[in-house]
């Protein structure tokens, strides 16, 4: 909890540093400006969305690196499927969510049963499904014009970016899973120590199954959004390297990459910090080719002094 | 750090990392040494820790050619004394005496210049790096002006070392295919390789068979004949009474009182370790409780058995399953629990053919395991007492949702049945003891009420105090009608406790011996694959 209070606070003087620069240059504070903010809202919620994924597997001391590869297929089946065949955007979405889910079963099953590197395992998924969408689309980016279809993506309902009522409303669902079911804590448990929960009577592969498959499922959902969104996909381009951002945003919300460690409301901080950074520097005026250098310098001091604290803290409580 | 700047440096020390510097030293301090100072002297030493004042300025000194045993409950602060000699840690106060001489020691690099080597518990060597490689990690003997590493000498030099501590390996093994014995002595021929002097040994026994350790010994008395000083640490006071000169005993940070040659009785060592007179270390014995058979197993086959097994289990009773390292118990409680399924052949729960494939099949028949390796499969560390003691029993509270109230209503009770002690229940269990770790490992079968309770060592590297409670608990849990199965190295265990012993030897099952029988001699005849009778 402590850290989530950590991470909120580096969050507002985050906005608060982009809100006095601003004051002092241009007398106004853009970064409150209505239109500003829904956008910043639509950003981190479509960012949010596969951040749970991520923050998930993570939990379960694992890691899912096709998230990004999975977001880019969605959208060129979808767009394949409504331009070629003239199918229903909507219906090819809803089928694409099931498809998402074997994904997961997969990378479970290969993890659980052959013990293979989770690492390893989503690696090859990553290249495998960014190989699928640049082969059935021949490579080449396609727009879809379709006015409903784009709604969940560019739309508000009163006033809030539908991606960001989808995160709040995904945020409820797997927070409630994460804290007031056994799920939830076996999945801690495992990510703490894998073979004390099997010692306990766990099937534990069953629970990382769980992990693998909402994950897989929420890049789906956030694949779905963003394509409405551009309303364009581009086969080689569209998601490449999400899961880098998904993961940043996991771990610059607390997350352990050693797994068992982590809040939903941590995880959302964590999408917004890196969403507001993006933000105040082109706010602020610094070059778009900085925004990265930028980025990876607050991740790395965010999780320095994460760990300077926890070490701190392990001293105190050591007997 | 108040009286650090007392202790005079010894300069070598920071030039020191080469080990013909404690030759060096030796000189330097031979015109203070004088023939009735001990070889090492440690005054007046004081550490704290937040909170806690490991060491309360405890003495030490140790002579040429003397093995002293240090002993003390767990937390007593053994190891603290002795990572201070090994300079891992800074005293607060004292000062550590070589060669009648003052010398501070900033860390590990010092101490070995100065001919102090420290054997851990755990052992400290690369598992595929090969014998030879292990021996000299660090200052391996080079060759040539690119200096690489000169394999033949390596090995020519580590041969020597081995012959010296008995290893009967070849220089070219790796590590990870020795025998714990063997690794051990690889790890005192590492310490030999340094010019070493000073040797301190943590519980170098507790993973070795009994003829493993009788070899150990005889490197140790060989080391001794040739002028090493050790430190002996161990919980097995039988060895630190066979082995030892004189002991140091500690406890809560005090150095409570040595006991020489002639007073070096396990029952003198156990007073002064836990200030009181353990008259009755293993429970009383009521009449025999055992019911009906509560597991069946027949002619099971399993993963690292050489032959079938079959056994019964009445409830009510005390199991003991007997047997040397690489016997193969572990293998078949593994196969009992679901952890490696059985090949063949049928378990029966209250004559109920029970399939068990896996550890929540084995749970749900009532069936509970606490494993040797506490740490890695008992509890989960850094989770809270209450959430460790719920793991197995959360999704019978109200699944699929978490009862955090009934969570910690179990989790009390327990805390108070058995007597853990924790500051609260949320408290992480990896800043809890040994002996109440194991206690919390416990409470999670216990919430659960199984049929049988299995426990791999339910004592290994548990305090003498803690240990006799942990006895008293498995007594009363038998008298409530579980069935106890319970496999130990340590024959007294065994013998104080089990009302049958079964022995197993490579894989198979030697034969089973009543509660009047079980002797040590007995026991070690069919666990060393001798006869029954």
């Known amino acids: ?319 | 750090m108040a009286d650090a700047t007392d202790l005079k440096s010894v300069g070598a020390t920071h030039e020191g990392s080469t080990p013909s510097s404690p030759t060096t030293i030796a000189k330097s301090m031979a015109i203070q040494e004088t023939q009735n100072q001990p070889l090492l002297t440690m005054r007046g030493i004081t550490k704290r820790f937040p909170g806690v004042l490991a060491l309360n300025g405890v003495d030490l000194s140790l002579d040429k050619s003397e093995i002293v045993g240090l002993i003390g409950e767990n937390g007593a602060g053994k190891s603290t004394l002795m990572k201070i000699l090994e300079g891992d840690y800074a005293a607060d106060e004292g000062k550590i005496i070589l060669d009648g001489g003052p010398v501070t020691l900033n860390d590990v690099q010092d101490s070995i210049a100065l001919g102090v080597a420290l054997i851990h518990q755990e052992l400290c060597l690369a598992p595929n790096l090969d014998v030879a490689s292990n021996i000299f990690l660090g200052h391996e003997p080079r060759a040539g002006f690119l200096s690489v590493v000169n394999k033949k000498k390596l090995n020519a030099d580590a041969a020597e070392l081995a012959k010296r501590v008995g290893i009967t390996a070849a220089m070219t093994d790796l590590v990870e295919n020795l025998s714990p014995g063997e690794q051990q002595l690889v790890e005192i021929a590492k310490a030999l390789s340094y010019d070493v002097r000073i040797l301190v040994l943590d519980e170098p026994t507790s993973s070795l068979s009994p003829g493993e350790a009788e070899k150990l010994f005889e490197v140790m008395r060989k080391l001794k004949s040739e002028g090493v000083a050790m430190v002996y640490i161990s919980h097995r006071l039988g060895e630190v009474e066979q082995m030892c000169d004189r002991a140091v005993v500690l406890r809560d940070g005090c150095r409570v009182g040595e006991l020489d040659k002639a007073n070096l009785k396990s029952s003198e060592m156990v007073k002064l370790m836990v200030g009181r007179d353990i008259s009755r270390f293993f429970p009383e014995h009521a009449e025999d409780t055992a019911g009906d058979v509560v597991l069946s197993v027949r002619d099971m086959d399993y993963a690292g058995g050489k032959e079938k097994v079959c056994f019964d289990l009445k409830a009510g009773e005390i199991l003991g399953i007997a047997g040397l390292v690489g016997s193969g118990r572990t293998e078949l409680i593994r196969a009992l629990f679901g952890v490696e399924s059985k090949h063949s052949g049928d378990i029966l729960l209250n004559d109920q053919k029970t399939e068990i494939r896996n550890t929540a099949d084995a749970v749900r028949a009532g069936i509970g395991l606490v494993p040797e390796d506490r740490k890695e499969l008992g509890v989960v560390l850094e989770m809270s007492v209450a959430e460790n003691i719920s793991l197995a029993g959360i999704n019978t509270y109200n699944p699929p949702f978490l009862d955090r109230k009934r969570e910690l209503e179990v989790a009390k009770e327990h805390v108070e049945a058995l007597e853990i002690k924790t500051p609260s229940l949320s408290q992480q269990v990896q800043y809890l003891s040994g002996g109440n770790q194991q206690k919390v490992a416990l409470s999670k079968w216990l919430s659960l009420n199984p049929k049988v309770l299995i426990l791999d060592e339910p004592t290994r590297g548990i305090d003498v105090g803690s240990k006799s409670e942990i006895y008293k608990l498995i007594r009363g849990l038998a008298e409530t009608g579980m069935g106890v199965i319970m496999v130990s190295s340590e024959m007294e265990e065994i013998i104080g406790l089990a009302d049958r012993v079964m022995v197993m030897h490579e894989g198979r099952c030697m034969g089973v011996i009543g509660r009047n029988e079980a002797s040590e001699e007995n026991i070690m005849r069919l666990a060393t694959g001798g006869d029954a009778k």
């Open chain 1, 1 to 319: 909890m402590k850290k989530v209070l950590g991470m909120a606070a580096l969050l507002a003087g985050l906005i608060a540093i982009i809100c006095i620069y601003q004051y002092t240059t241009t007398g106004a504070m853009a970064f409150f400006g209505p239109v500003n903010i829904s956008n910043l809202a639509q950003r981190i919620g479509m960012l949010g969305i596969y951040s749970i994924g991520a923050g998930i597997v993570i939990l379960s001391g694992g890691i899912d690196l096709s998230i990004g590869s999975v977001m880019g297929l969605t959208g060129v089946i979808i767009a394949l499927c409504a331009t070629k065949y003239g199918w229903s955007p909507w219906l090819v979405s809803l089928a694409i969510l099931p498809l998402c889910a074997l994904l997961g079963f997969w990378h479970s099953f290969l993890i659980g049963r052959f013990k293979l590197q989770p690492f390893i395992v989503t690696l090859s998924s990553l290249l495998l499904l960014r190989g699928l969408a640049r082969g059935i689309s021949g490579g080449k980016g396609i727009t879809l014009d379709n006015a409903s279809f784009a709604t969940i993506g560019n739309n508000s309902f009163l006033g809030i970016p539908i991606p960001f009522i989808i995160l709040i409303v995904l945020a409820l669902i797997v927070g409630f899973i994460m804290n007031y079911t056994v799920y939830g804590r076996y999945l801690y448990a495992i990510g703490r120590n894998e073979e004390a929960v099997r010692y306990s009577g766990i099937k534990v592969n069953k629970i990382k199954t769980l992990a693998y498959v909402l994950c897989a499922v929420l890049a789906g959902i956030a694949g779905i959004v963003e394509f409405s969104y551009t309303g364009d996909v581009q086969p080689a381009n569209s998601g490449l390297m999400y899961e880098m951002w998904a993961i940043a945003a996991a771990v610059l919300g607390g997350c352990s990459m050693r797994g068992g460690e982590g809040t939903m409301i941590g995880i959302i901080i964590g999408a917004a910090l890196i969403r507001v950074m993006d933000n105040g520097i082109n706010l602020m005026g610094i070059p778009s080719d900085w925004q990265w250098t930028v980025i990876g310098l607050v991740i790395i001091g965010g999780v320095i002094a994460d760990e300077a604290h926890k070490q701190r803290q392990a001293k105190k409580l050591k007997a």
